[in-house]
């Protein structure tokens, strides 16, 4: 079974699914400040995997959580779809985080109290919003967790958690999904499933998916890995492989 068609909530010839004009993000001030994120342009296209690198401290988690509206930057401008960011108020990126982006996180951030099956339509509740059953049966299928639903995160193997994860991250049929090191803490056969199923959600559905990692091999399952150093973009890799990666990732000292 492949997965359900139509996950997109807008016109796949719109605005691309993110963007960020000369965004910079400052820590502290005076000869104390750190510029985390120091002038990034960068564009994710709509229904492509996208992976994020460079050396520990170039500003891929701050870029992330940036554009992601976990974070507001110094200045510059972030877009997701058409909408600036910038102009929301609290209760607005509540609603954007809510509504158009799904998150996955290394440590899977699940809610240890509630069931697989309530984590995954987790997003669902809190806006209120009706579960679309056919797509719920769709991903929980295409996971492997029809025979886990009922379990709490503390019955589930790390690799089954994260897929509880993706299942939620999707539940609500986001503009864009932001991975921050999704395949941290999982073994190689969990990892590649995983990485697997996320390259298959881009092909079969058009998801748009931005990556953050350090390893070659799982940036060599995106479409584009953007290189980040220092705080700005520093280059792009079409077409990736794991070699290709580290070859350019071994060109900026990371």
Request: with cysteine; proline share 4%.
């Amino acid at each position: 079974m492949t997965l359900a068609s139509g996950a997109l909530n807008d016109d796949v010839t719109a605005a691309p699914a993110a963007h960020a004009t000369d965004l910079r993000k400052t820590y502290g001030t005076g000869q104390a400040a750190v510029h985390a994120l120091a002038g990034v342009n960068v564009t994710f296209e709509r229904g492509r995997f996208t992976a994020v690198m460079g050396p520990s401290g170039s500003g891929k988690s701050t870029l992330m959580h940036c554009m992601a509206g976990l974070d507001r930057p110094t200045s510059g401008q972030v877009f997701v779809g058409g909408q600036d960011i910038g102009k929301l108020d609290d209760n607005g990126l509540t609603k954007l985080r809510r509504d158009r982006v799904g998150f996955v996180f290394q440590s899977f951030n699940l809610v240890p109290t509630l069931t697989a099956a309530e984590n995954i339509t987790l997003p669902l509740s809190l806006a209120g919003t009706r579960l679309d059953k056919a797509w719920f049966g769709s991903l929980v299928e295409q996971l492997g967790l029809g025979d886990r639903l009922n379990h709490r995160p503390s019955q589930l193997s790390g690799g089954q958690q994260q897929r509880v994860a993706c299942a939620r991250a999707l539940i609500t049929r986001p503009d864009i999904i932001f991975a921050d090191e999704p395949t941290g803490n999982l073994d190689s056969n969990a990892s590649a499933s995983l990485l697997a199923f996320l390259k298959q959600s881009v092909r079969e559905i058009g998801q748009s998916i931005v990556m953050v990692t350090h390893d070659p091999r799982g940036a060599a399952y995106a479409d584009r890995v953007v290189f980040l150093a220092d705080g700005t973009v520093v280059g792009e890799l079409d077409k990736p492989t794991a070699d290709s990666v580290l070859e350019r990732v071994r060109t900026l000292g990371g």
